[in-house]
């Protein structure tokens, strides 16, 4: 089943289409994987980016309609679903605390998938970089990464029993930063570690999403670098102490802008 709403400021209506719970499985502690399936699976269209996206919709507490915005992990045609993992970021918040509570059956109504990137095959190294609600998006670009690929993923999480086990060729390295007791997006942990990072010989194509502070950070180091626009996928998933509506309100503001770096 789907329905049809206009959405803000696009030109395509934007379809809704109705998934229910099949099954959820706790990755970690702060991360749980939601599988979604049912007769409305077979009105998602995929598309080939390994960071593809979809808009969950909610209702807030005054009664609004409301989205978030979700990395699908994976799609399985086999099986007619589509996965997604959630931050469990506490009880603040729609989505998180709506995935942390959710069971077989549940609905869940999405719209998208929507996406940007995917590996440069031509790119000599690989340079991924997030905090976990980037993690998804960070496993899924390892996955579709040639044996041969070369590179390093930076991943931001909270402590060592939150560290999962991601396949990656063996020339990326994984590296885990542990932010401890730390707040989430109240680090400087990605920046510093990949301004220490020893860069590898050769052109370089980088994913780095994740909270907005951290992301304007890593824009910094990038710039340093000399990395181009188009060698650069970059951008906030979320702002600390920030709804995600008032988050994509902000990116009409100053202080939601990542400045571009150069051509
Ligand atoms: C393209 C894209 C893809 C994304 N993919 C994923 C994904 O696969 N998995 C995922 O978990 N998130 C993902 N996000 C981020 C997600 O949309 C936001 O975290 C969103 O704000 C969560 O909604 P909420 O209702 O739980 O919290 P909100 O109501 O938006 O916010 C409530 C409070 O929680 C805080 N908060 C929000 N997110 C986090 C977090 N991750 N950690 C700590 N505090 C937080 C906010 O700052 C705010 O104070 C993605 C975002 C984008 C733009």
Not at 78 to 102: C, M, N, Q, R
Not at 225 to 251: C, H, N
Request: aromatic share 8%; glycine share 10%.
């Amino acid at each position: 089943m789907s329905t049809t709403a206009p959405a803000a400021g696009a030109r395509k209506p934007r379809v809704q289409i109705m998934l229910s719970v099949v099954r959820t499985e706790r990755l970690s502690p702060h991360l749980v994987r939601i599988v979604l399936g049912g007769a409305g699976f077979d009105e998602f269209e995929s598309n080939d980016k390994t960071d593809k996206y979809v808009k969950m919709l909610f209702t807030d507490i005054d009664g609004h309609q409301v989205t978030r915005t979700y990395t699908v992990r994976e799609v399985n045609s086999a099986d007619k679903t589509i996965s997604i993992d959630f931050v469990v970021h506490g009880d603040e918040g729609l989505a998180g605390p709506w995935a942390a509570a959710a069971k077989p059956g549940d609905v869940a109504s999405v719209s998208g998938p929507g996406g940007g990137y995917a590996p440069d095959p031509t790119a000599d190294w690989h340079l991924l970089a997030g905090d976990e609600s980037a993690l998804p998006a960070i496993a899924s670009a390892l996955d579709a990464l040639p044996a041969t690929a070369r590179g390093v993923a930076f991943i931001e999480t909270y402590a060592d029993a939150d560290v999962l086990d991601l396949r990656a060729p063996a020339g990326v390295e994984v590296r885990w930063l542990l932010r401890g007791d730390r707040a989430a997006g109240e680090t400087t942990l990605l920046a510093d570690a990949v301004a220490q990072y020893s860069w590898l010989p050769g052109r370089v194509h980088v994913f780095a999403h994740g909270e907005r502070g951290a992301m304007k950070q890593l824009r910094d180091v990038f710039k340093h670098r000399g990395v181009t626009r188009t060698q650069l996928s970059l951008s906030g998933y979320w702002a600390f102490g920030r709804t995600e509506d008032r988050f994509q309100a902000e990116k009409r503001e100053p202080v939601g802008v990542i400045e571009p770096v150069s051509d």
